[in-house]
């Protein structure tokens, strides 16, 4: 979704235009249909182009000597189609005042006819265009810079993060309200941004913006205050995150990257948070949570996956434990009450259907958790309890190594809050980078990946704890690849699914020496009779070979294990496809990294 950058600073040997622009490209990965810039100089400038950020930088000067401070903004289009003039930053009619926004103003009709009817003229079809005239008249009617602002936020209904210049002025005026804003402040500049990413090669100081708050943002130190203008007191805290993680270290794209460092970010994840020993896991943050009695999961599209693999392990613990889709989480509908842990999983922490759960079941006192990969976000500043999934940044808009570190993350969640856990599943644990590596060293996917890409389609199938791998699976390959792919709980394919099997749908297996061995193997039968060539992902080729096509194969572990190490063969074959069919992999169309609408 949109991406927002700000900059003003004292460093002669940084040029306004250079760090919004490389403030731009690091939010590039948050999906975008057009962007701009706005720099305050003796007036106020504006460079905007439809598309992708080649075509702004074309428009934009060689020389910016005189500017001030800047904002800048990368859109993803909701209110109006992508266009030059629906792109930001927007003016008032003057052009002495420049906005950039992100989220959804609802009243926007409402106070553009009002706006019409005092003679201001609109140049966009946007909602956001109504900010700077709301401050024009305000500055008309004599409001300081900094009261105009606050007196034009004041009338907005609906979800944004806004920045300001003015001409003539070298801050930055900003505010938040549920759309995510973060601060950062070195000696050479101050800067604010929607993502630590954006502005992480400059700095790793950071001040999180609360909802309702207001940022003065000056070359020298920032000023914050409350919804009536008193002065806050805010904490800088230390972001851990290396800009190198942001970059993508000779990787042709984020993607493969992010699936390659998954040892690390696990062995991150598992970091201090096993007792080999005692066969127990200690989850310190969450250490006062009492064993809940009832758990909610509420996600979103990868993390709802993680969350379907999450509730079976609470179930099997002896926890009442449903995952539901965010955006049907309806406590009209379903039983909770202040007993219920809702735990919010999200990568980012801003997911705009998550927070609305989140915020809901806190509305209903239930106890609420986020597990979560973003320091300081809003999920995580708004429930009761926070873990973090120690992934690293995440780039690419497909999520890879949060995927797997959310498991893991929720597997510990599922033994440190019932206490049940056994040596067994601590060194299967402790196991895992090490076995991710050796599937990383090799895998023949890209083989598999060549020999399949022209298929219709791709159907991904496991029962048990593989189900929700198999959905994922699904979900990574139409993504990123553009072509059609479903993932089923095994037991399904006969109730409907099998009847699009043809030999042109390869058919990915998820096959273990578990339990559930004899059916997957029916499974696989069924789909061999109708042509579908097989791919099993398996630690035992020998159980499979005689039905598959090819097998992936993944090293022996804890049975409930299994499918995060198949997950990374299913990555590799989906990233595989989409690189042979020339895809833009790291930024999917139409997708955006964090969604911050519902
Ligand atoms: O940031 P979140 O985990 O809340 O995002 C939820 C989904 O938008 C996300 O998992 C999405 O499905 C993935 N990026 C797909 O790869």
Redesign the pocket.
């Known amino acids: 979704m949109c991406g927002i950058i700000g900059y003003t600073g004292t460093q002669t040997n940084r040029n306004v235009v250079d760090v919004l622009s490389n403030g731009l490209s690091r939010l590039e990965y948050r999906g975008y249909d057009s962007a701009g810039i706005a720099v305050a100089d003796p007036t106020v400038s504006v460079y905007k182009r439809e598309g992708k950020l080649a075509a702004l930088e074309e428009a934009l000067p060689d020389e910016a000597d005189d500017a001030l401070a800047g904002i800048g903004h990368t859109r993803w289009s909701t209110h109006g189609p992508p266009s030059d003039e629906n792109a930001h930053p927007h003016t008032d009619c003057d052009g002495k005042v420049a906005t950039v926004h992100n989220g959804i103003i609802q009243n926007y009709q409402e106070l553009r006819d009002e706006l019409e009817a005092n003679g201001h003229e609109f140049d966009s079809e946007t909602d956001s265009e109504v900010i700077p005239h709301l401050i024009e008249r305000a500055l008309d009617q004599g409001a300081s810079a900094g009261s105009a602002f606050r007196q034009a936020i004041g009338r907005l209904e609906g979800s944004y993060a806004v920045a300001a210049v003015f001409h003539g002025r070298e801050e930055v005026y900003a505010t938040r309200y549920q759309s995510p804003l973060v601060l950062g402040v070195d000696d050479g500049g101050t800067m604010l941004a929607s993502d630590v990413p954006a502005f992480l090669e400059y700095t790793d100081q950071v001040v999180y913006l609360e909802d309702g708050q207001f940022a003065k943002i000056r070359p020298i130190g920032i000023e914050v205050r409350d919804g009536r203008g008193a002065l806050v007191d805010v904490s800088v805290e230390t972001v851990d995150w290396d800009p190198e993680d942001a970059g993508k270290s000779g990787y042709d794209h984020y993607m493969l990257k992010e699936i390659y460092e998954q040892p690390r970010s696990i062995r991150e994840c598992l970091r201090g948070r096993l007792r080999p020993l005692e066969g127990s896991i200690l989850i310190e943050e969450l250490d006062d949570v009492p064993r809940p009695t009832e758990v909610h999961f509420v996600?979103?599209?990868?993390?709802y996956h993680a969350s379907l693999y999450a509730a079976r392990l609470f179930r099997e613990r002896g926890v009442r434990t449903t995952a539901f889709l965010a955006s049907e989480y309806d406590v009209e509908t379903v039983p909770i009450d202040e007993e219920t842990l809702v735990v919010g999983?999200?990568?980012?922490?801003?997911?705009a259907d998550?927070l609305r759960a989140l915020r809901t079941a806190n509305g209903i006192g239930a106890q609420t958790l986020t597990v979560t990969n973003v320091v300081g976000s809003s999920a995580a500043r708004e429930t009761d309890h926070t873990m973090y999934i120690r992934a690293g940044p995440e780039i690419g808009?497909?999520?890879t190594k949060?995927f797997a570190s959310q498991q893991v993350s929720l597997a510990m969640l599922s033994s440190a809050l019932t206490g049940e856990c056994s040596r067994e599943f601590v060194e299967s644990l402790r196991a895992l980078p090490d076995q991710i590596q050796s599937i990383l060293d090799d895998s023949h996917a890209d083989a598999v990946a060549e020999e399949f890409v022209h298929s219709d389609a791709y159907f991904f199938i496991g029962r048990d704890y593989g189900a929700p791998v198999a959905l994922e699976g699904a979900?990574?390959m139409k993504?990123i690849s553009y072509k059609h792919a479903e993932g089923f709980a095994a037991g399904e394919l006969k109730h409907g699914p099998l009847a699009l099997v043809t030999e042109r749908t390869p058919v990915f297996a998820l096959v273990n020496g578990d339990s559930n061995t004899e059916k997957m193997l029916g499974n696989i039968k069924e789909v061999e009779a109708r042509g579908a060539p097989v791919v099993a992902v398996s630690d035992d080729p020998d159980l499979v070979e005689a039905h598959a096509e090819h097998v992936l194969r993944i090293p022996e572990t804890h049975w409930r294990f299994y499918p995060i190490l198949a997950n990374v063969q299913l990555q590799l074959v989906s990233y595989w496809v989409a690189h042979r069919l020339g895809r833009s992999i790291d930024k999917p169309r139409n997708l955006a990294?964090?969604?911050t609408v519902e």
């Open positions: 996600a979103c599209g990868t993390s999983v999200t990568q980012s922490g801003e997911t998550t808009v497909a999520a949060t979900l990574k993504e990294k964090s969604v």
